[in-house]
């Protein structure tokens, strides 16, 4: 069961590791087509990472409520807290930590009903590969935007590090609180996503547009792999 609730964490953790294999300063064009990556790769999770499993947990009203919920809270933190200097977390890492939050979650619920005995420790543990494999980008999308800002392989890395704390986190206040989680997932998922959505909207998608519009295909590519990892996993 510990590993069911390590998996996770532990993908984000090896996606930011990847940052120290990037010994060079990033050219403008393959950062914006990064960026486009990123953006992409986000806006499939919140899709069907996020989004869908609420509707399925709940209904469209419910994810629709979390999804504007989730875009005003955003709205009010970056302008309230997260623009402010002594804020440790940017939006990318904030979204992505939020993210990762309900995704612990759902391996929670999961590992309740198994020691409840109405799952298998096998599905938990494919829920949990599952997720950790998607977050192997995520945590690298963290750490590689800490890295393009000018810190260090090891200070990035330490950023994605913080991300994935967030994972075990949503998993073990799932596993303490069980039933009250579990009534308030589907908005959880869905603010969750729309935290994201915010994020790449208002960051990624300018931040790389340029004359050359590389970012498009940064974006789709990362669309497509997400959208294959979601749904093959």
């Known amino acids: 069961m510990v590993y069911c609730i390590l998996i996770p964490f532990i993908g984000t ?3 930011s590791l990847i940052i120290f294999f990037i010994r060079t300063e990033i050219k403008t064009n393959m950062e914006n087509i990064i960026l486009g990556l990123a953006a992409g790769i986000m806006m499939a999770a919140s899709i069907w990472s996020l989004i869908i499993p609420s509707i ?3 209904n469209v009203y419910k994810s629709s409520i979390g999804l504007l919920l989730g875009i005003f809270l955003f709205y009010l933190l970056d302008r309230l807290v997260i623009d402010k200097d002594y804020f440790i977390l940017d939006k990318v890492m904030f979204a992505i930590s939020v993210h990762n939050i309900p995704e612990g979650m759902a391996v929670g619920v999961l590992l309740s009903s ?3 005995g109405n799952a298998s420790l096998i599905s938990c543990l494919a829920l949990s590969i599952g997720i950790g494999i998607q977050n192997i980008p995520e945590g690298f999308i963290v750490s590689l935007n800490k890295f393009k800002k000018g810190y260090t ?3 990035s890395f330490i950023y994605g590090f913080i ?3 967030f994972e ?3 998993c ?3 596993l303490l609180f069980t039933n009250t989680v579990s009534t308030l997932l589907p908005y959880l998922l869905s603010i969750a996503a729309g935290a994201m959505i915010y994020v790449i909207v208002l960051e990624l998608i300018p931040e790389s547009n340029n004359e050359n519009k590389l970012n498009v295909f940064g974006f789709i590519v ?3 792999i997400m959208m294959i990892l979601d749904v093959i996993l």
């Open 168 to 170: 075990l986190l949503g």
């Open 114 to 116: 198994y020691l409840l």
């Open 13 to 15: 953790c090896i996606g």
């Open 172 to 174: 073990l206040i799932t």
């Open 163 to 165: 991300s994935a704390i």
């Open 222 to 224: 990362g669309f497509i």
């Open 56 to 58: 399925d947990i709940g």
């Open 153 to 155: 392989s090891y200070k």
